[in-house]
């Protein structure tokens, strides 16, 4: 290396080491140092401005409460609620001891020593509101009485900043006793219950005095998640949840010593009583309400949000429908009721959901014969199952998957099944053999003909020629819940639970050509300072329009020569199927025209059991309840009315499939209850049939119903063979592109 090279090496590593001089220089220990005491001094005069400008303001809960107004779709009232705070002020001594040490022990076990305020868990609260994660926690019951007494629940920055500041004021000047007495008579406990006494009345009625440790204990726990924690409505999950939080707040209670160990384990959770509804509520009004509400829940608009009022929510309800359903029910089913002196009558439930399949709009709705006197509604339950009401869903998923019998046809309109009864269905891991109505045999028959009649041996060994899981997935896709929906050949029969709801979405979907419908009850959501986006009514297509179209081609020929033919006029075009429940606990028909969807059940619930599910027969003194009965008559007087006396709608139906046909050798012959059917030549061997007196291998004894032309109780004749050309033409029901 050169001299030159040397000097400009030596001068460039003087540069260097003069600018890491500079660094060191400008970052040393004492300057950093010295900048973070200055950034803390920095906030703490901040906080002390603060401190200093905000002062406690008035209370803002009983000053500025406003009433909600629930709307017809038209923008006339339908309710108002909120108008009086239920809450009525209970001084602090009036409440049991153990009772107010319930809620210190589930919210705040330091309240007695704490200066107000929780700082750790202030800064957990600020951090999940700057990172969006909802509700802060962490706050003592100082900062929760100063929210809900002096601010809003807003989730942000500014007010729970405020909160701080106020709750360290509110603690220098305000006792424990009297913070305590403010935050228990102003939280919210669910069941429209502002305050300890409101509560004690609304779960346990009893006054807020008479309360027990234990009943203290739950209502303490429930100030968590009020609409997930009330026992009458929650899910497992949140029953689960709050017995957990009972126990936690009864062990605190121990560690606290304000609860004996031999005590506590001697206390059982306190389950409360049903809920009463509010006045106002009688009618369909209080099933509209609650069926707004628990949408608005999903929808991120809490009770509490609810509570603070000024909202105007309006509902899909289309006034003019509602009232043709309630006179729908009225007419074709209360007026042959004798409640009073007819033990069955007593027991009969109705319920329905009518949909607009091109929008998703819940437009009518029943819930039951009044809302104060059974708050359960009919309409959006889940607790019965919608029976032969699902085959055309198995069909579909036939259809979408492109499925084969075990003959290697393509399933379609016209593919042959065999129609016996307690015929053992074939290439399946778990062994089935349900029994037709009567156990009615019937040859070998179209899949229109098994849809017209609901032959259960046909549809389950569809089932299983599509495949269980497949099954479900499809039924899952057109928006029923997964509910006791197991995997097995029984679904066939509509084991799972759904409600009239669910159902309506399905069936709409299929009307909507396969793209998914989801019915939603509210319109809009307004408020002043803030405005809640609807559910979104309408999807992506869950199902192709071929499946969705064939499957409507074949329920129309349900309506016109089926089971459903109590719902045929010549007002308007309709598909829909019938479906009637084990035992006959329930009995439905799903409809549709081309312009309105609608699912009209029948429950039989006692009213002496604690809501158990029991028969329906022998209602109105008509022998077997079937969906092809009163449901069917409520749905076509309604649809008649909903239309405005008819309509020229037809289906706009493409590309049906008509599915594959094997010949059989020689044609099927009905057999006979206690004979076992042949295989067909071209099917592996079947297990031996089981005798009449056997019960099924799966238990599952839903039936069909029976042509309309027939008395309920009617037997249905064996079907005289089909040969295989019959009912192959254009006129045959169901077969015609048009759909008509």
Known sequence: MGRADARRAQRHESRRAAKSGGIRRLFTWRKMLGAFFGFCLLIMGAFVALYMYVDIPKANALAERQSNVYQYSDGTVLARTGDGVNRQIVDLAEVPKDVQHTFVAAENKSFYKDKGVDLKGTARGLLNTLSGKGKQGGSTITQQYVKNYYLTQDPTISRKLRELVISLKVDQKTSKDDILAGYINTAFYGRGASGIQAAAQAYYGVDAKDLNVSQGAYLAATLQAPSQYDWATATATGKRLVKERWGYTLDNMVEMHWLDKAERDTLKFPVPGKPKPAPGMEGQTGYLVDAANKELNEQGVTPEMRLAGGW???????????????????????????????????????????????????????????????????????????????????????LENESKTQDGDLIGVNTRYDGTSRRPVVGSDTPYNPQNEDNRSY???????????????????????????????TGLALG???????????????????????????????????KKVTPFIVKSAKHRERTVEPVKGIGSQVISRKSADTVT????????????????????????????????????????????????????????KGGAQVSLTGTANSGRANGGGFPAQIWADYT??????????RFDLQ????GEVTVPASPSTTTSPSQSPAPSSSQPSTPPVQSPSAPPSESASQTPEPPPSQSPDAPLPSETPILPGDGLSSGWPGNNPAGQ
Do not use: C
Not at 587 to 606: D, K, N, Q
């Open 640 to 649: 008649l009315g909903a239309l405005g006396g008819g309509s020229t709608a």
């Open 443 to 473: 040859g070998n028959v179209t899949v229109q003909t098994a849809m017209n009649k609901s032959i259960n041996s046909v549809f389950a060994q569809m089932v299983v020629d599509v495949g269980p899981a497949k099954v479900k997935e």
């Open 553 to 608: 081609s074949v329920l129309t020929g349900v309506v016109d020569s089926g089971s459903g033919q109590a719902a045929k006029t010549s007002a308007y075009e309709a598909a829909g199927k019938t479906g009637t429940a084990e035992e006959n606990k329930a009995a439905l028909f799903a409809g549709y025209t081309p312009e309105l969807t609608t699912v009209v059940a029948l429950f039989g619930e006692s009213p002496n």
């Open 655 to 658: 590309d049906v499939e008509h």
């Open 480 to 514: 029923l819940p997964d509910k006791n929906f197991p995997e097995r050949p029984a679904i066939t029969l509509g084991t799972m639970n759904a409600s009239t709801w669910d159902m309506a979405g399905a069936y709409a979907t299929l009307d909507n050509h396969g």
């Open 312 to 398: 105007t929510f309006t509902l899909n309800i289309d006034k003019k429908r509602q009232k043709a359903l309630e006179k729908a029910v009225d007419r074709q089913l209360e007026s042959k009721l004798d409640r009073k002196n007819n033990k069955v009558d007593a027991t009969v439930q109705a319920g329905a959901t009518s949909v607009d399949p091109k929008t998703g709009a819940v437009v009518a709705l029943y819930g039951g014969v009044d809302y104060v006197k059974h708050y359960v509604s009919n309409a959006t339950r889940r607790d019965y199952q919608p029976a032969s009401t699902f085959k055309p869903l198995v069909f579909a998923s036939a």
